[in-house]
């Protein structure tokens, strides 16, 4: 029988469970306590009323909130982009190949340098709070890489997303219905077995609507659940296709029409949001306080790649999307847990309640609203995930 451990002394505990606290969407409990026995939260409330438990963890005061959930990243990649970056916040063009670049680096990387980025990027999202993440292919465009990419990052998550349509390879350029259907057959072939979640870059440049749906069709009849990067450098059809196809999320969702938000408030599509890439690349911001009020269930992430959002930290975007994107510091913690739970269609984490998984952070802090009342202090003191203290 697994030993049980109370965590008490919380000045506020965020269960993201109304029910259990103050009836707001966070549900936050003041002075409280929140008891986990194997890997699973049993019992959360006034930390005077916590039950007898095997062990006891004094918080110090200080607030606790779930671990972060990070639904949208790219870690399986090699290479370097500083230069693009250099010369982009300078102002002087560059000719680099952006994308191109890392698929040269990450086909020429061995599987050993691959997992030792992919380890040291989850070591570094760990430490700031991160227990569930997400992360793609797309960085490799032949089957034998795409492969590769998934049965690495299938060794360490559960939430393993085949992005082969993340643009059309160099060497198949002039023949991109020839890429759409090495990306529907062989390939998804080699990559299926892999991955949870398939994923299309619909954009101008990348992939059209049609071919976006030829994709996602695809996938879903091998049994992959769809996801899909839209709106994020114009507006196009990527919203309206992943609300048709019942995709779990939307993600970026920049530049949107109110046919668009509208679609996204009646159905099951989360919104994610990524404000690492406008962060990093002078862009518009989304706007959050549209979507909120208009019934949107939203959630932040990332999107940490080596190009356009080369952050591994929930606590940043949390603090850019309350200062640069209209939520409030509720909201934002809640998109970061809850609301990433929601885009892994996912009930078992985000929340602190009985039942969940014992995945929770303890800021140093007396509450989450610090996290963007003192951006870029690193705040995050314990990491629970599954039960067991990492740090």
Wanted: a negative charge.
């Amino acid at each position: 029988m697994s030993s049980s451990t109370a965590i008490t002394n919380i000045a506020t505990l965020v269960t993201n469970d109304p029910s259990l606290g103050d009836d707001s969407p966070l549900g936050l409990i003041q002075d409280a306590a929140v008891v986990i026995e194997g890997d699973r939260v049993t019992w959360t409330g006034e930390s005077s009323k916590a039950p007898a438990t095997d062990n006891r963890v004094d918080a110090g005061g200080r607030a606790v909130l779930p671990g972060f959930v990070d639904s949208h990243s790219h870690l399986l990649f090699a290479g370097d982009r500083t230069a693009e970056f250099n010369a982009r916040m300078s102002g002087r063009p560059y000719s680099a190949g952006g994308i191109r670049t890392t698929v040269a680096a990450t086909r020429a990387a061995s599987d050993d340098d691959l997992e030792r980025n992919l380890v040291r990027h989850l070591a570094e999202a760990l430490r700031q709070g991160t227990t569930t993440f997400e992360t793609k292919s797309g960085y490799g465009l032949t089957v034998e890489d795409e492969a590769r990419a998934l049965r690495i990052a299938a060794a360490h998550t559960d939430e393993v997303t085949y992005l082969g349509a993340h643009i059309v390879p160099p060497d198949l350029a002039d023949d991109p219905a020839a890429y759409v259907a090495l990306v529907t057959g062989e390939m998804l072939d080699a990559c299926a077995p892999y991955a949870r979640w398939i994923d299309v870059f619909c954009e101008k440049g990348a992939f059209d609507g049609d071919q976006a749906r030829a994709v996602l069709t695809a996938g879903k009849a091998r049994g992959l659940t769809p996801r899909v990067h839209a709106n994020q450098l114009s507006y196009g059809p990527g919203v309206q296709l992943a609300v048709e196809l019942d995709a779990a999320s939307a993600d970026h969702c920049t530049h949107l029409t109110d046919a668009d938000v509208d679609a996204l408030a009646h159905s099951r599509t989360v919104a994610t949001l990524l404000p690492g890439a406008e962060f990093s690349t002078r862009a518009e911001w989304p706007d959050a306080r549209r979507l909120l009020d208009a019934g949107v269930t939203v959630a932040l992430s990332t999107d940490c790649n080596p190009g356009s959002s080369y952050t591994s930290s929930v606590p940043f975007c949390v603090a850019l999307a309350v200062r640069d994107m209209g939520m409030t510091p509720d909201e934002a913690v809640w998109s970061a847990t809850a609301g990433g739970a929601a885009a892994l269609r996912r009930d078992d984490i985000g929340r602190l309640r009985p039942g969940a998984r014992a995945d929770l952070v303890v800021l140093d802090a007396p509450s989450h609203v610090h996290l963007a009342y003192r951006p870029g202090v690193p705040l995050v003191t314990q990491v629970w995930r599954g039960g067991r203290r990492e740090f």
